[in-house]
């Protein structure tokens, strides 16, 4: 099964200011300096590179760390917490965290990012450092290099400086997005990035409450890559999709007990307890943006959640639960939920879980899961992973719970 979970070493990184030693905001000179740093990352040399985010609100730190290798025969290697991703000898591979014995394969085709987009069904998967080196027009990387935190970025100011943290001289840009600001620190004769600064506003919230938000970058250029990128398919299983390689639970595992109770945000506004739903049958279904199978699995949800509204509007309510969203705060999240639902037209209301306090009551370790809850309280299915049938097996579930449960 997929899982995702929120990261928590802490690395004791500050936030250091640099210190402009000369300073240019004329065009001609942002452009250069934006030059010098792209055409670092799209050389054809073998290189490794990577990547550190770190965020700071108050006491509470959170760390996410992935790293790149390039080969100079255009080989890509990409390893994150929870996937890995291998382009190599015209095909790309993907694994997954804690599935061992399967591999999904497809032919490059148009691309490994292209490729990637599509296995994913989202382009966000794409790290910065391959946008820059693979694609011709790479579009905002720093919002890709700061997982959306900031986007809608621009480059306003460059500068002479130093760096974080020690006293080599530093090519320092100035970043503005709608979020928030911060200075990109590279090499001043390389252009290799070596961190970015930058403090996150939350437009939902007071505006002296900032999140820091610390990116460290470790980037170096190699004769020949060791070990060489190559990935052996020998002794897993060969699928072409993300569900193909999830375990197949055609039936709902069965639960018993009280479901447990909680209150969670929605969407449109407002919170929802789930005690105070008794009575009702309760539907719930655990996914997130970026997760394959719940892009999936959502409109089933839906088809469900329309049949209940037509035909039993007082005894069944359906949520969608949104889990493990990636983003720096709530607004981030709210902002990127509410985009998805809009796109995708989805009426029924979704509420939003930030941490991990909800998937853990619920045993939730990979999603999409999708909850059924008797008018008594109790768990009495849970759905794990993408089924065709989904709609039918909730609509048989319910119907014979409205027969048995009066």
Not at 11 to 21: E, G, I, N
Not at 205 to 224: A, C, F, R, W
Not at 280 to 306: M, S
Not at 344 to 353: A, C, D, Q, V
Request: glycine fraction near 8%; hydrophobic fraction near 40%; charge should be negative.
């Amino acid at each position: 099964m997929m899982k995702c979970t929120p990261f928590l070493p802490v690395l004791a990184l500050a936030m250091v200011p640099s210190v402009v030693l000369a300073s240019e905001d004329d065009s001609n000179a942002i452009d250069a300096a934006v030059a010098k740093v792209t055409s670092a990352y799209r050389t054809k040399a073998a290189m490794t590179v990577g990547t550190t985010l770190t965020l700071v609100l108050d006491t509470e730190k959170i760390s996410e760390t992935f790293s790149t290798r390039f080969d100079s025969d255009g080989g890509v290697e990409i390893t994150t917490p929870n996937f890995n991703c291998i382009s190599d000898d015209g095909y790309v591979y993907v694994t997954i965290s804690g599935l061992d014995t399967v591999v999904l394969r497809r032919p490059v085709g148009e691309g490994p990012t292209k490729t990637m987009a599509d296995i994913f069904r989202t382009d966000e998967v794409v790290p910065w450092d391959v946008a820059l080196r693979l694609q011709k027009e790479p579009g905002d990387w720093i919002s890709r290099m700061t997982f959306g935190l900031m986007p809608e970025s621009s480059f306003t100011g460059v500068s002479s400086g130093v760096m974080p943290g020690d006293d080599a001289p530093a090519m320092v840009l100035e970043i503005t997005s709608s979020r928030g600001a911060g200075q990109l620190y590279a090499d001043p004769n390389s252009g290799e990035i070596h961190a970015l600064v930058a403090l996150i506003s939350n437009p939902a919230g007071p505006e002296e409450i900032q999140t820091k938000l610390n990116i460290q970058i470790d980037t170096k250029m190699v004769d020949v890559l060791e070990p060489p990128i190559s990935f052996d398919a020998k002794g897993r299983k060969v699928v072409e999709s993300i569900e193909d390689m999830l375990p197949k639970e055609p039936e709902p595992a069965p639960v018993e007990g009280i479901a447990p109770d909680f209150t969670a945000e929605q969407l449109d506004g407002g919170d929802v307890t789930l005690s105070e739903l008794r009575g009702k049958i309760v539907v719930l279904d655990f996914w997130a943006t970026w997760c394959g199978p719940c892009r999936k699995g959502l409109p089933l949800i839906q088809q469900f959640a329309d049949w209940a509204k037509e035909h039993h509007p007082q005894d069944i309510v359906v949520y969608a639960v949104n889990v493990w969203e990636r983003g720096s705060d709530a607004s981030v999240i709210v902002q990127k939920v509410q985009q998805f639902w809009e796109s995708n037209k989805f009426t029924m209301p979704t509420l939003i879980s930030y941490g991990n306090a909800l998937t853990n009551e619920y045993k939730v370790s990979g999603i999409p899961v999708t909850v059924m809850i008797g008018r008594n309280g109790n768990m009495v299915a849970k759905h794990r992973g993408y089924t065709a049938s989904l709609f039918d097996d909730l609509k048989a579930e319910a119907e014979r719970l409205l027969a048995t449960e009066q």
